[in-house]
């Protein structure tokens, strides 16, 4: 999978926790992030709440403020003076062969 494909949303409701899908737009990973939270928690697609579905490409040019551009996607909070919280428990729902998610997310869990 190219980094460019992947997303991250805050989920709301049922489970409040950052959400990673792969997708090819905007529009797509909104749909598979209702899909995919719905079939997992038990609840209808539409009762799914979830908001700030960003792409890797707008953590890396916009959003993001770390030095390592990977660990921009796992930014949470930032000030002036950087960052100042990260994800603590991402739910991934992308191909489970993403090693650059997982050693970048391991990284972020010592931090």
Do not use: H
Request: charged share 25%; with cysteine.
């Amino acid at each position: 999978m190219n980094k460019i494909f992947l997303f991250r949303d805050y989920c709301d409701w049922p489970y409040q926790t950052a959400v990673f899908v792969k997708a090819n737009n905007q529009r797509c990973a909104s749909v598979n992030i209702s899909r995919l939270i719905g079939a997992l928690y038990g609840c209808a697609k539409e009762d799914v709440s979830f908001y700030n579905i960003d792409s890797y490409t707008e953590f890396m040019d916009e959003k993001g403020i770390d030095d390592d551009l990977d660990f921009r996607l796992f930014e949470s909070r930032q000030d002036s003076d950087g960052v100042t919280s990260w994800l603590e428990t991402p739910l991934f729902l992308t191909p489970l062969n993403q090693a650059y998610l997982l050693d970048t997310g391991g990284d972020c869990s010592v931090i």
